[in-house]
C-alpha cells in the first residue's frame, strides 16, 4: 500500500520561510518522479513543483520560482519543498504526489499518488 505522509506546515508571517516533508512507503521511491501541489480554499489544486527520480531536474510555477526549492534524498524515501519569503497568496494545503512517470510533470493527472495534505497559513 503506497502512503505519502506531508508534514511541516504551519502558520507563519510573510517573508517568512517554511520547510515542508513528504515521506513516501509502498513504492520504489527512486523511480518516480516527485511534485507538490497546493489548493486554497475554493480554488483548483494547482502545481507547486516536481523533480525528477533523481533529482538532476526541477520545475516550478513561476507563481514560486526563485523563492521554491523542491529536494529529495532517495535513500530517505523523502522529497522536501523549501518555501522561503512566503506570501499571503501561499496559503493553500499542500499536498505531495508521485506521478505515473520518472520525468517532472505540472499536470495533475500525471499523478497516481497523493498525500492527505498539511495546511499553510501566510499571514500579511
Known amino acids: 500500500q503506497v502512503q505519502l505522509v506531508e508534514s511541516g506546515g504551519g502558520l507563519v508571517q510573510a517573508g517568512e520561510s517554511l520547510r515542508l516533508s513528504c515521506v513516501a512507503s509502498?513504492?520504489?521511491?527512486?523511480?518516480?518522479?516527485m511534485g507538490w501541489f497546493r489548493q486554497a480554499p475554493g480554488k483548483e489544486r494547482e502545481f507547486v513543483a516536481a523533480?525528477?527520480?533523481?533529482?538532476?531536474?526541477?520545475i516550478y510555477a513561476n507563481s514560486v520560482k526563485g523563492r521554491f526549492t523542491i529536494s529529495r534524498d532517495n535513500a530517505k524515501n523523502t522529497v522536501w519543498l523549501q518555501m522561503n519569503s512566503l506570501k499571503p497568496e501561499d496559503t493553500a494545503v499542500y499536498y505531495c504526489?508521485?506521478?505515473?512517470?520518472?520525468?517532472?510533470?505540472?499536470?495533475?493527472?500525471?499523478?497516481?499518488?497523493w498525500g492527505q495534505g498539511t495546511q499553510v497559513t501566510v499571514s500579511s
Open positions: 509502498g513504492l520504489t521511491f527512486s523511480t518516480y518522479a
Open positions: 523533480s525528477r527520480w533523481s533529482g538532476d531536474m526541477t
Open positions: 504526489a508521485a506521478s505515473k512517470f520518472a520525468i517532472p510533470s505540472p499536470r495533475h493527472y500525471d499523478y497516481a499518488y
